[in-house]
């Protein structure tokens, strides 16, 4: 599956399970309402040591906080300390906030301002950093860019963070090793591409690429125009360990907008070592803009590299009032052990399907599906 990210000299992608899929509209976008995402401002900032962003900025919702943000951070940087945005405040950054220092803003917005469109670059960006982490704010990127971007970074923790209204993905993560996502939400994904249809593209909720030890534990990617969650390769370097635990895809739309891409909640390729457990996509395949029928609801592709382990466990794909063209489940790994067991599939011509694969051991198991009208295809 192919992103049309741009490639950096840093190295860059990594994570999710998915086929390609679609995004962009000629349609009018309309951005999703910050009011009505509901952010988890009942919680508290940890971390009582910190640089207030508060006293360099408005946080009017009005005001242009650039310079003022720009200021905060470098004093975080200087003292070694992460950036607070305070709750209930919403800060105007215009461009792509490239921050040095960890981030709090638990009932905090920070809202893209620029009007330039460009779904290679990022409303914040995390480069070449060890142990930062982001925690409770939320991104608006005003269908003008990617949510947030972390390229070359260990130890990466992402936590309760909301990405809405982006182009491409929500979160881009390229090259990075242990990295942690809890409790996060992509929500709305548009291509990366202004006139459909167009060959490629990608409008993703979470996206991992030549990543290694990566754990996604009960995010969700909503209204996205592709896929939910991808995990992939970066040029030549594959993703390894990587693992989705109760991850959910909300409404996939609109494959027609790429001439090539599909609509799918997880997608799984050039990766060793993945594993997805009760994981859920829930209508991928009754959304606008799928006349073409590329949708699949769960895709374990090609591309492992060596002996791995592949694991779908407790995994469902449901309520699709229409019925999926593709398969709910496909399976086709090059090498290594697949195990799959106790998953659900509703409405679907076929249920799963095992293609083209030589692993040793492989084995399938309690696999339940509603309306459809092949179960399984080897």
Not at 20 to 47: F, L, Q, Y
Not at 74 to 102: D, Q
Not at 115 to 140: M, P
């Amino acid at each position: 599956m192919k992103t049309n990210t741009k490639r950096r000299k840093v190295i860059l992608l990594s994570a999710g399970l998915v086929v390609s899929a679609c995004g962009g509209g000629n349609e009018a976008i309309t951005a999703v309402d910050t009011d009505g995402v509901n952010p988890p401002a009942t919680k508290k900032a940890a971390n009582t040591t910190y640089i207030n962003a508060g006293s360099y900025a408005s946080g009017n919702g009005r005001t242009d906080d650039t310079a003022g943000i720009i200021r905060a951070e470098a004093a975080a940087h200087a003292a070694n300390l992460p950036l607070l945005f305070p709750s209930g405040k919403t800060f105007l950054y215009s461009g792509t906030f490239n921050t040095r220092v960890s981030l709090l803003g638990y009932g905090a917005t920070l809202k893209q301002r620029s009007s330039t469109f460009d779904g290679t670059v990022a409303t914040v960006r995390l480069n070449a950093l060890t142990n930062v982490y982001v925690k409770g704010l939320t991104i608006d990127s005003i269908n003008k860019r990617i949510g947030i971007l972390i390229e070359g970074c260990i130890g990466t923790q992402i936590t309760d963070v909301i990405a809405i209204n982006n182009v491409n993905q929500g979160f881009a993560n390229y090259a990075n090793d242990d990295t942690t996502y809890q409790g996060c939400k992509a929500i709305h994904v548009r291509y990366n591409f202004t006139s459909v249809p167009q060959a490629g593209g990608a409008a993703d909720g979470f996206g991992f690429f030549g990543c290694s030890n990566v754990t996604a534990i009960d995010c969700r990617a909503e209204d996205v125009r592709r896929i939910g969650f991808v995990a992939d390769s970066n040029g030549t370097d594959v993703c390894d360990q990587v693992t989705f635990l109760r991850c959910y895809t909300f409404n996939a739309n609109h494959c027609d907008d790429s001439t090539t891409e599909y609509n799918g909640a997880f997608w799984c390729e050039n990766t060793n070592n993945f594993s997805a457990t009760d994981c859920t996509g829930d209508n991928i395949s009754s959304g606008v803009g799928q006349t073409s029928g590329r949708v699949i609801g769960l895709i374990i592709s090609n591309g492992q590299t060596g002996p791995c382990a592949i694991t779908v466990a407790g995994c469902k794909i449901l309520n699709n009032a229409t019925r999926m063209p593709n398969a709910l489940i496909t399976l086709a790994p090059d090498v290594g052990a697949l195990i799959c067991r106790d998953c659900f599939g509703s409405h679907g011509s076929i249920g799963l399907v095992i293609a083209g694969h030589s692993p040793t051991p492989f084995a399938v198991s309690n696999f339940t599906w509603t309306d459809v009208t092949t179960p399984l295809v080897r």
